[in-house]
């Protein structure tokens, strides 16, 4: 299982992004997709869920601003994020998870600032 994260780059506060996992070797409609990040010396923490069924849960603190979505033909999973703050500077993970294993994306680079 392969995940590569895109998107990430240099955005002003209110601005918008739009990340994207891309996902190989599996069976992608069958995977509950993941959006973390981390900001150096503070733990991964979840920003975003989608099931394979589409049910979607997020974070209280991105409630309203991001949101996160699937295209099963393109084995691929987003996260549009708008009306970005500072604090929503961080490195973005994707992850799936298939029979207790977690399978995470390299990683990309947000940044938010004027």
């Known amino acids: 299982v392969q995940l590569q994260a895109s998107g990430g780059g240099l955005v002003q506060p209110g601005g918008s992004l739009r990340l994207s996992c891309a996902a190989s070797?599996?069976?992608?409609?069958?995977?509950?997709m993941y959006w973390y990040r981390q900001v150096p010396g503070n733990q991964r923490e979840l920003v975003a869920a989608?099931?394979?069924?589409?049910?979607?849960n997020y974070a209280d603190s991105v409630k309203g601003r991001f949101s996160i979505s699937r295209d099963n033909a393109k084995n691929t999973a987003y996260l549009q994020m708008s009306s970005l703050k500072p604090e929503d500077a961080a490195v973005y993970y994707c992850?799936?998870?298939?029979?207790?294993?977690?399978?995470w994306g390299q990683g990309t680079l947000v940044t938010v600032s004027s």
């Open positions: 070797g599996t069976i992608f409609s069958n995977r509950a």
């Open positions: 989608i099931g394979s069924g589409g049910i979607t």
């Open positions: 992850k799936t998870s298939i029979s207790y294993t977690d399978y």
